[in-house]
């Protein structure tokens, strides 16, 4: 079983979305290192100038510098990996519904144009994700959209709703201004000899601790 699927949205830049077999970083993206972040369903970016000892709390990443490599961990919320391959920035963004709600895409890409990218050119690719029919919210959860995100929620049963994260996701990033997103359409609940999935552990009982890793990244 392959280890880590790509997106032609991202062009010739070095990326992978793994599976839960996961991957050696060389075969990904060479002669980098790998930063991560602390993640906390924040809508926080850090630019990376180089690798750190102490990783900051953050939920994006982005950079120009080469022999880095940028890196996510999911297991249900929205990887989702950028670049504008002509300027050399790139980006990656971990985006469940609060970090997506409270501006997470948004920063990122603002991030990246800070350091030279250009709207036009920066394409965006969404990983493996919780899918729709998978997502089962409640009220309370839909009272914190916009009443013009409706469209983002299905009548599940009763007292309930089934929340489209992708697409969601999806919309965000084109009201950034990215035109060029691919979403991969890999539903993590439903693939469970494929990915991990917390809100499946969850439901099954079964350890929680599984993480897909996302990675982009600039070769040295």
């Known amino acids: 079983m392959e280890g880590f699927l790509t997106s032609a949205a991202l062009g010739t830049i070095p990326h ?13 993206v060479p002669s ?14 850090k630019i990376v100038t180089q690798a750190w000892d102490d990783p900051p709390e953050a939920d ?12 996510i961990v999911t297991a249900d919320c929205a990887p ?5 391959p002509h300027a050399g920035v790139i980006g990656a ?7 997506a709600l409270n501006g997470v895409i948004e920063n990122t890409v603002a991030a990246m144009v800070s350091l030279g990218a ?11 994700t919780i899918a729709q ?12 959209f916009e009443e013009s995100d409706g469209r983002f929620f299905q009548p599940g049963r009763e007292g309930h709703l089934q929340f489209d994260l992708p697409a969601y996701v999806a919309q965000r990033l084109g009201l950034a201004g990215v035109g060029l ?16 999935s917390f809100r499946r552990a969850t439901h099954r009982n079964e350890p929680t601790g599984g993480r897909q890793l996302s990675v982009i990244g600039l070769p040295a």
Do not use: C, M
């Open 80 to 84: 989702v990996l950028l670049a504008d």
């Open 32 to 45: 980098t290192s790998l930063v991560r972040a602390k993640q906390v369903h924040s809508a926080d970016v």
């Open 118 to 128: 250009s709207i036009d050119s920066i394409g965006a690719a969404i990983g493996p």
């Open 60 to 71: 994006a990443l982005v950079t120009n510098k080469t022999g880095l490599a940028l890196g």
């Open 181 to 196: 997103v691919e979403d991969l359409r890999e539903d993590t609940y439903t693939q469970p000899a494929r990915f991990f």
């Open 93 to 99: 963004a971990h985006a469940g519904w609060r970090g």
């Open 133 to 144: 029919d998978s997502y089962e919210v409640d009220q309370a959860f839909r009272d914190q």
């Open 16 to 28: 992978g979305f793994s599976t839960s077999d996961g991957f050696d970083l060389p075969d990904v």
